[in-house]
């Protein structure tokens, strides 16, 4: 990943506010490098839900659901709940966390008191491949233990090398063939410079 080449990128696409926004995110990286696993998540998270406004794909993208780069989220300042994901599973792998230590959970989330539940996406950070996730969410502030948090229920979770069922047994399916949104995510951030 080349600095220069992603600012050229960010100002042609999204001018002026979307490379201030790249420009604190590479700062954040600088600043985040050599800090304890602990720090990088919080921070990570932060970055994103106080910069990132949430904002429909339909309003955003003229699309019903389109997963965004972590270059078109921050250039345009909005997103939803996959565009969080997917910026602070980005960020945390250029940090050095090892992939195989995130996930991206696909859950059904209740919304209040009520029994309403509606689809959403979160980041899940696994210490050891079978402990309990911590989870990064865009809704949700802190970061919190999986059991901790009883509005959601796991439908999948995936990362660039796995995916897994109700969040547990992970399937031989490649992740990249079974979810085209996530192939398409890869190959625009690839086009990017960004990976």
Known sequence: ??????RQHMQQQFGQVGLSILEEWLALLEQLRDQDIQTRLR???AFFNHRIRWVEDNV?????DHWAT??????KGEGDCEDYSIAKYITLKQLGVQGERLRMIYVRA???RSQITQAHM???????????PLVL????PSITPASQRTDLDPLFSFNSSGLWAGGSSQ????????LSRWRSVIERMQTQGFI
């Open 122 to 132: 979160v980041l899940g950070y696994y210490s050891t491949p079978t402990a309990e």
């Open 137 to 140: 969410d865009n809704i949700v």
């Open 171 to 178: 399937s031989k399916a490649d992740p990249l063939a079974r």
């Open 1 to 6: 990943m080349s600095p220069s080449r992603l």
């Open 60 to 64: 955003v993208w003229g699309q019903e």
């Open 110 to 112: 209740r919304i209040g």
């Open 70 to 75: 972590p270059l078109e989220t921050m250039g």
């Open 43 to 45: 921070e990570v998270n």
